[in-house]
Nanobody, 117 residues
Framework: QVQLVESGGGLVQAGGSLRLSCAAS????????MGWFRQAPGKEREFVAS????????TYADSVKGRFTISRDNAKNTVYLQMNRLKPEDTAVYSC??????????WGQGTKVTVSS
């Protein structure tokens, strides 16, 4: 079964840290670029970060640059999102996605992150 499964979400105080994980199964993980997205209540889904298949290239949304770090372990078929200095506005459901060609076509179910002030 081809799937992405996120974990690591939870409740954290502002200024704290969380590390999200996204485990892939049923696909050749190492050949796909991966991304993290988030959707806050009442808002549209937005891009957070992405990493190329090799891990040599990363891109971040301006709102998380310098605080969040995306990484991947192709041996473990897992992509991570280290989130530091969290802010209440980071509260959202975070989802990972695999990029097939030019579009993200495989999505996980998401993990909820709540940052209290």
């Amino acid at each position: 079964q081809v799937q992405l499964v996120e974990s690591g979400g939870g409740l954290v105080q502002a200024g704290g840290s969380l590390r999200l994980s996204c485990a892939a199964s049923g696909l050749a993980f190492s050949i796909y670029a991966m991304g993290w997205f988030r959707q806050a209540p009442g808002k549209e889904r937005e891009f957070v970060a992405s990493m190329s298949a090799s891990g040599g290239s990363t891109t971040y949304a301006d709102s998380v640059k310098g605080r969040f770090t995306i990484s991947r372990d192709n041996a473990k078929n897992t992509v991570y999102l280290q989130m530091n200095r969290l802010k209440p506005e980071d509260t959202a459901v975070y989802s990972c996605a695999a990029k097939f060609g030019t579009a993200y076509r495989l999505w996980g179910q998401g993990t909820k992150v709540t940052v209290s002030s």
